[in-house]
């Protein structure tokens, strides 16, 4: 009966900490003019949903990576170098959004693409592969820039010139009926068609199958290396739909964007459950994961901690995570 009750209680932690935080938030929260909690409105709540947008769409990649058995360092990169060329494209280029929105899904899935071919066909540590791919994207976030944000103001040709905003811009940055977020929308779809690939496809029990033992995996006839290679293809191509959405939501493209971001990406899926060492988790719980670090950064934010500091707590809460799990599994 003690060893069902834990692994009752251990299947619902992450709901738990999300209950746990949402009511320390409320908590916390100081009120409004009419003595209403601000944290329990609804305009609070799909403020954190548009700023966690960006983040949970990472880890919504990241969770298929990490499920395999990997790791991917290099996706706040990607997300930089994709907001930049979609920015250089559209604003600079003049490109339609209809070939511009594809055409930089197909850079971020491709920069995916090769850290998968690297880590199955070289068995190199996809640590390794992923900082290495990690650099080389902002490199070339910087490159297509020339070192500077891609905005609507810039100088051409000696003279200084200003265009308008593209519409796909103003589109994604938009609202639903003027409250719900688009970038939710596009976070809450990624999710829920990962969630599928993951869950009902010969891919999704493929990454299950090699990150429990893959080795067992190989012998049973997967064939692995191309289930890595598309799950870090995966992961790149929602980098780049973050990417996207970074450059929609500042509205330029920054060669900084997207630093430290793969932290919060990785930080959502271990809270969520997702094991480290792979075979076992769930792209739902990711959600609650996301939606945990998300109302983590506003008591932070409340309690006046800066970035400096909000990193340091990030970095112990996945630290504490991963000693939960290694706890649970011995």
Not at 56 to 72: F, H, N, Q, W
Not at 183 to 209: D, S
Not at 255 to 266: M, N, R, S, V
């Amino acid at each position: 009966m003690t060893l069902k009750i834990r692994q009752i209680l251990g299947a619902s932690r992450p709901l738990l900490i999300l209950a746990a935080v949402f009511v320390l938030c409320a908590a916390l929260s100081p009120t409004d003019g009419q003595g209403a909690n601000t944290f329990l409105t609804w305009g609070s709540q799909t403020n954190m949903l548009r700023f966690m947008s960006e983040y949970g769409i990472l880890a919504a990649g990241m969770t298929l990576v990490i499920l395999s058995g990997g790791i991917d360092l290099s996706v706040g990169s990607i997300l930089g170098f994709t907001a930049v060329l979609f920015s250089w494209m559209t604003i600079w280029k003049d490109v339609p959004a209809v070939l511009a929105v594809p055409a930089c899904l197909a850079a971020g899935a491709a920069l995916g693409g090769v850290n998968g071919f690297l880590v199955a066909r070289f068995r190199i540590q996809p640590f390794v592969v992923t900082l290495a791919m990690m650099v080389v994207a902002r490199g070339l976030a910087k490159l297509v820039s020339g070192g500077q944000k891609v905005s609507t103001a810039f100088e051409q040709n000696g003279d200084f010139v200003t265009k308008p905003i593209p519409p796909f811009f103003d589109f994604l940055n938009d609202r639903i009926g003027g409250t719900f977020p688009v970038v939710g929308v596009v976070f809450l779809a990624a999710i829920l068609l990962l969630w599928g690939a993951a869950r009902y496809t010969l891919f999704g029990r493929h990454l299950y199958a090699i990150g429990g033992n893959e080795e067992a995996a190989r012998l049973s006839g997967v064939r692995v290396g191309w289930a890595k290679a598309g799950a870090y293809a995966v992961s790149g191509l929602m980098a780049a739909l973050a990417g996207l959405c970074d450059a929609a939501q500042q509205q330029q493209g920054d060669p900084e964007a997207g630093a430290t971001y793969e932290l919060d990406a990785i930080a959502a899926v271990v809270i969520g459950g997702t094991a480290l060492t792979g075979g076992r988790g769930s792209m739902s719980l990711t959600l609650v994961g996301v939606l945990v670090i998300g109302y983590i950064d506003q008591i932070l934010s409340l309690k006046g901690f800066d970035q400096s500091q909000r990193l340091i707590a990030k970095g112990l809460i996945i630290l504490g995570a991963v000693l939960l799990q290694k706890r649970e599994r011995v």
